[in-house]
């Protein structure tokens, strides 16, 4: 090794690589009890959503924790576009219950508000001192926080393998994040069993953000191009594209081409659900720890800006743009804009994705088949059809500039204008 390892061109030279621990199985939701108690832990609260405890997940779940003697308090009110008064809620919950640990069923929503509940239980303080700044104060936990245990029940976010969890700030109409190595889950569970009854919308919105998860992660800027952390506790949780996160990330890839059209098509394709739910697990462990970037950053004001579109296939009480399908929407423009940064990357998750090796790419190959893809599984055309014009484009610009955190991981410089054209080129993509 050169004795000028430690950057003398101001560049990273480490990255780390950081993993929750996994099972994976059909049936394997039913050791849940076995692992919480395994934990150590005497006291849970169990966070779920509405539907899922309808579903009868959650009441299950909770059976078998308090089976092995542990003793279990239910928050139901986990809601879907969480905010920072939603979370608070749940936070003053685990506050006053008292917790030793944490058990989160349900969608990134859910795992998301354990892990905010557990950061602000553990170690006090407002939701907002730790949100990323420039929106909240960035403030980080000082030590690690009590056990919590993810049971997803989606196959998308991939929350139980991440250290972030993201909410509304409706008065400054933007979403952002908490995140902290702290906020990583201790383990995950992940049983396709448990998603055999979500609608096909949901499957095809999950995803596609799945599919975006790995795909911004693999074309993302390499760790060894950033600027060197000027301290451990300084290097951020996202650090760009490294060996050990391209593995996952390949492997998501390849998932997604090849089952996201059949667990779409036929939710009782048990084997494209386990494999969709497994590539959502793979992709969160890449993105955690290289990261996403323009999809990512403009899925925010697309979904914060307007509360127009009605979903189908989602509950009819609200109207909002499903995760998935905020990020995907602007994807085939986003790798459109960064080929020319990294070509050979470009052509390989377009060979990942299709499943046919590709000798000759341009700028157009990922695009394409991303499009053939949204298509296929029934996404929206683009922005457009989530209820925005060309006038709008100045304020999602705003709301995705916002976004420094996750721009910083883009292969090349993006400027304002460069959003401007992605989100034009984003109205319709076919
Ligand atoms: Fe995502």
């Given amino acids: 090794m ?17 993993a929750t621990p996994l099972k994976y199985g059909q ?10 108690k395994r934990l150590g832990v005497s006291r849970v609260m169990l966070i779920s959503d509405p539907g899922v405890i309808e579903a009868g997940i959650t009441p299950r779940i909770q059976e078998l924790i308090e089976a092995e003697g542990v003793e279990v308090e239910l928050w139901d009110r986990a809601r879907v576009e969480p905010t920072a008064d939603s979370f608070q809620e749940a936070a003053d919950f685990a506050v006053e219950g008292n917790f030793d640990g944490f058990v989160a069923v349900g969608g990134g929503t859910s795992i998301d508000t354990a892990k905010v509940s557990d950061l602000i239980a553990t170690h006090g303080g407002e939701i907002m001192d730790y949100v990323n700044p420039p929106i909240g104060g960035g403030k980080k936990p000082p030590s690690p926080l009590k056990p919590l245990l993810a049971v997803p029940t989606t196959s998308g976010t991939g929350a139980e393998a991440t250290t ?11 979403k952002t994040g908490i995140s902290h190595a702290y906020m990583r889950p201790v383990r995950g569970i992940v049983d396709p069993n ?3 009854t979500l609608p096909a919308e949901v499957t095809s919105s999950a995803g596609l953000d799945v599919v975006c998860h790995a795909a911004e992660s693999y074309i993302s800027k390499p760790y060894d191009e950033r600027p060197k952390a000027e301290s451990p506790d300084e290097r951020p949780p996202y650090q760009g594209a490294n060996p050990i996160a391209d593995m996952w990330s390949a492997k998501a890839l390849e998932y997604g081409g090849k089952y996201l059209r059949r667990a779409v098509e036929n939710g009782e394709d048990v084997e494209a659900r386990g494999a969709m739910m497994l590539g959502a697990s793979l992709a969160g462990i890449g993105f955690g720890s290289a990261g996403v970037h323009i999809p990512h950053a403009c899925s925010y004001p697309i979904a914060g800006l307007k509360h127009e579109y009605q979903p189908p296939g989602y509950p009819q009480d609200h109207p909002f743009v499903p995760h998935g399908w905020s990020v995907i929407v602007t994807a085939p423009a986003a790798f459109r804009f960064t080929y020319d940064a990294q070509p050979e990357r470009h052509r390989r998750v377009a060979e990942l994705l299709s499943g046919e090796s590709i000798e000759r790419a341009d700028e157009n190959t990922l695009p394409e088949i991303l499009i053939q893809l949204m298509k296929d599984v029934g996404a929206p055309k683009g922005v457009r059809e989530l209820g925005y014009d060309e006038d709008d484009i100045d304020d999602l610009v705003e709301g995705a ?24 080129e984003s109205m319709d993509n076919w």
């Fill in 27 to 36: 049936g394997a939701s039913e050791e849940v009890g076995w692992e919480v």
């Fill in 401 to 424: 500039m916002k976004q420094q955190r996750l721009l910083v991981g883009t292969p090349k410089e993006v400027t304002e204008e460069d959003l401007a054209n992605i989100l034009r």
């Fill in 194 to 196: 448990l998603t055999m």
């Fill in 164 to 174: 972030v969890a993201i909410l509304d700030i409706p008065d400054q109409r933007v």
């Fill in 2 to 18: 050169a004795a000028s390892g430690n950057g003398g061109s101001g560049h990273e030279t480490i990255f780390t690589m950081e």
